[in-house]
């Protein structure tokens, strides 16, 4: 177990930052329960898993006031970040890119 952290390091946006931090560095959704428990054992402080739900709330509320082209949605069992609907097709020219280059690679490899 880490050390917690100083009680005077921690402040009211601590844990909104902490779910923030730990969402978008999963590369699998993460349950509240998950998320407590992580910022728990940074911090000592224990919170329910509703205050993590409540917290990805306050998040979304955020991104949406500021425009961002992603939120954190609840994605089989957990939650995730993901961008919104209206920028898929951006996110699929990417990667469509990305799957011709990778195409291209093979192809050369194989002749």
Do not use: C, K
Request: glycine share 6%; charged share 30%; aromatic share 8%.
């Amino acid at each position: 177990m880490m050390e917690p952290v100083q009680p005077d390091r921690v402040t009211a946006d601590t844990f909104d930052q902490a779910v923030e931090a730990l969402v978008f560095a999963s590369d699998v959704p993460l349950r509240a329960e998950d998320l407590v428990r992580a910022y728990g054992d940074v911090t000592g402080a224990e919170h329910p898993p509703s205050d993590a739900d409540a917290a990805i709330e306050r998040l979304n509320a955020a991104y949406r006031e500021s425009g961002r082209a992603f939120r954190i949605h609840a994605w089989g069992g957990g939650y995730r970040m993901a961008t919104i609907d209206t920028m898929a097709p951006f996110v699929q020219s990417l990667f469509a890119r990305e799957d011709e280059r990778r195409m291209s690679r093979s192809l050369l490899e194989t002749l």
